[in-house]
């Protein structure tokens, strides 16, 4: 069976003849290119760097939407190492800043655009001034472009709160807002969630087969009563619909576990991706399998520090045998890094899962 067979057999309830493994290399091959260790063949695209080292592709999504800003106006400019971000509206301005981290190959949020409950307003009149248009090229080229390695998925909007917290906001200063100023933060997600609706269902009705709510959610930032307060509806909302469309849901949850596995898996999604065992995550691989629903799939397992060469070739090893050990005890695993392969990383570390997969993965 091919990759793409072994994803699709899972997700329709069905036993491949292995364990399916796919991996996001896309911080990775950011780096390699960065510090220009990329191969000179693989240009700016990674599908044929995943089929050479065996990776199967289905992430480094994109929105298959463009948003269309009315009214308002959105400045980039860029001083070194740091990007300033400006939004201005008839309602006020919003500033932000950004720090790129060398030693990471990343950005971090310095300054955020969303500190107080003043700002809610200015928010809410951005969202209500925003419009989505379908950008589905991308997504029906995926399907040449990955073949029979993988599946071809795209990105519906966070739920409104996560876009607070992980774009806008940050958990610290949301926690003050709600604090002082709770009826008006009700409104302003309300009036976000009506505009992300619209670009949902223009990503339901792309090309994809497979459609993920990119929620990066972590259950030490989070928790239940934000959860069950802010997030649920959304989830629950959108898994019903996507599975009504024949279509299969994921959501990325690639943080601290423990604390909300359960109730976010219970929202119906089809896919938990990106779920992150100790040492890096919270929970053991074997605590993770009870607290998610046995007709859900848990995507992931294989933490992305592992492929760093603080672990030994032997310690490697060992671990992706151990995983896949568990996996196959039943059809509903997909091996995943989780959550990326890392800067620094060997070549010969990532396609060696493959080796390992093809030696130790098959259910008979």
Known sequence: MTERERVLSLLSGKQPDRVPWLGDLSYWTNYLRISEKM??????????????????FYLQGYFPFREIAKN????????????????????????????????????????????????????????????YLPDYAE??????????????????????????VAILSSIEHISYIISDAPEEFAETLAVMEAAHDKAAQIALDSPAEC???????????????????????????????????????????????????SEVSSTGFRV????TPKPCGDLDFEEIIPMVPKDTIIWGGLPGMLFNDFTTDEE????????????????????????QVPPGVRMERVARVRTLVDMYGNYK
Request: hydrophobic letters at 35%; charged letters at 25%; aromatic letters at 12%.
């Open 39 to 56: 191969p000179a063949k693989y240009g700016n695209e990674d599908y044929t760097l995943h089929r050479d080292l065996g990776v199967g």
């Open 72 to 131: 308002y106006t959105v400045e980039e400019t860029r001083q070194g190492d740091t990007v300033y971000k400006k939004i201005t509206t008839p309602a006020g301005v919003l500033t932000g800043r950004s720090v790129y981290l060398p030693d990471s190959y990343t950005w971090a949020m310095s300054e955020h655009l969303v500190k107080e409950a003043e700002d809610l307003k200015i928010v809410r009149y951005i969202y209500e001034n925003t419009d």
């Open 139 to 164: 997504a029906q080229s995926r399907y040449e472009k990955i073949g029979d390695n993988g599946v071809v998925l795209c990105y519906l909007p966070k739920c409104p709160f996560m876009e607070m």
């Open 211 to 261: 459609l993920m709510i990119p929620e990066n959610l972590s259950s030490e930032v989070v928790g239940k009563t934000y959860f069950h307060d802010y997030m649920e509806s959304y989830e629950r909302k959108w898994n019903a619909k996507i599975k009504a469309a024949g279509k299969y849901s994921y959501v990325h949850m690639d943080g601290t576990l423990k604390g909300l596995l």
């Open 272 to 275: 938990m991706e990106a779920l």
């Open 316 to 339: 490697f090893d060992r671990y992706v045998q151990n995983l896949l050990k568990i996996m196959k005890t039943e059809p509903r695993f997909v091996l995943g890094v989780a959550d």
